[in-house]
């Protein structure tokens, strides 16, 4: 069984503190890469591969998608923030950015069912 959220914080509120407007702004823009399925995608293959990391080729023949359009999606999730990256020799390696990830998450622990939230919310 899963234990109940905690109805209020320490603090005495709901949650820690509403997002600000450019708070929700940038996990917009995160939020908005990962609403593409290519690139939920290809965020969910460099995230579970087991090095940690995955060169663009790689990437590439997971899909049938011309070379310019891979590297126009992976443009967009480095944009956001998802995805860094890094050139060696005549390849560019892609690896999850985990404090960019925990960023995109953490604002949303604190969004719980109204069946969950106290009274006083």
Known sequence: ????????????????????????????????????????????????????????GEIAAEFDLTGPTISHHLRKLREAGILASERRANEVYYFVRPDRIEHLIGPLAGIRSTARTSPRC
Do not use: H, W, Y
Not at 1 to 12: H, R, V
């Open 1 to 56: 069984m899963i234990d109940p959220l905690p109805a209020e914080t320490p603090s005495g509120s709901c949650c820690p503190a509403p997002m600000t407007p450019d708070q929700a702004e940038e996990l917009s823009a995160m939020f908005k890469a990962l609403a593409d399925p290519v690139r939920l995608r290809i965020a969910s293959i460099v995230a579970c591969c087991p090095a940690g990391e995955v060169c663009m």
